[in-house]
T-cell receptor
């Protein structure tokens, strides 16, 4: 069985602060995929990143960075110099096949205040 | 290239009525997935369909819910005799079916049962 835990329910930061969203997963599969999605107040789901289990290289995209550590089964997401537009619910997800039957965490609600 | 299109965006039904949610996948995508997001919860996988075939319906409630993806036209998620507990956001995602790609989500249909 697969499981994703996002222990942080809500986080509030002041603009320009760095913030890290935690994601811990459980799976017996040797091949799997990890994802992060953003759900802004408007409600749509925005794809942020996909990582497969064989690629532990960290990734940086602008102010976003992801730290994948198989040893601790974690796939954490850091926003550097947060902005008000980053306010959203962020979901971490796990799948044994890319795009199929994603197992989502319950999400972390991030509020960035000016 | 239009994204995944879901309609309606908002749907209000009285208890006992039927709800039909539509999803047109991205051009070139032949795989469709439906997810449900209940209030205060993450998204839960419901069903995975290819054209004219249900591949995996392990997440579908056993009664009142059905899904189809006909050869022509959108995928339909049908909920018969809706109850208050069916109130949720229903998301559709599509992929080309290639393992090495992510699924793209639509904007969701928010169903309210009154």
């Amino acid at each position: 069985a697969q499981k994703v835990t996002q222990a942080q329910t809500e986080i509030s930061v002041v603009e320009k602060e760095d913030v890290t969203l935690d994601c811990v997963y459980e799976t017996r599969d040797t091949t799997y995929y990890l994802f992060w999605y953003k759900q802004p107040p408007s409600g749509e789901l925005v794809f942020l990143i996909r990582r497969n289990s064989f690629d532990e290289q960290n990734e940086i995209s602008g102010r976003y960075s992801w730290n994948f550590q198989k040893s601790t089964s974690s796939f954490n997401f850091t926003i550097t110099a947060s902005q008000v537009v980053d306010s959203a619910v962020y979901f971490c997800a796990l799948s044994f096949l890319s795009g199929y039957a994603l197992n989502f965490g319950k999400g972390t609600s991030l509020l960035v205040t000016p | 290239n239009a994204g995944v299109m879901q309609n309606p965006r908002h749907l209000v039904r009285r208890r006992g009525q039927e709800a039909r949610l539509r999803c047109s996948p991205m051009k070139g995508h032949s795989h469709v997935y439906w997810y449900r997001q209940l209030p205060e919860e993450g998204l839960k996988f419901m069903v995975y369909l290819q054209k004219e075939n249900i591949i995996d319906e392990s997440g579908m409630p056993k009664e009142r819910f059905s899904a189809e993806f006909p050869k022509e036209g959108p995928s339909i998620l049908r909920i018969q005799q809706v109850v208050r507990g069916d109130s949720a956001a229903y998301f559709c995602a599509s992929s080309p079916g290639n393992e090495n790609t992510e699924a793209f989500f639509g904007q969701g249909t928010r169903l309210t049962v009154v």
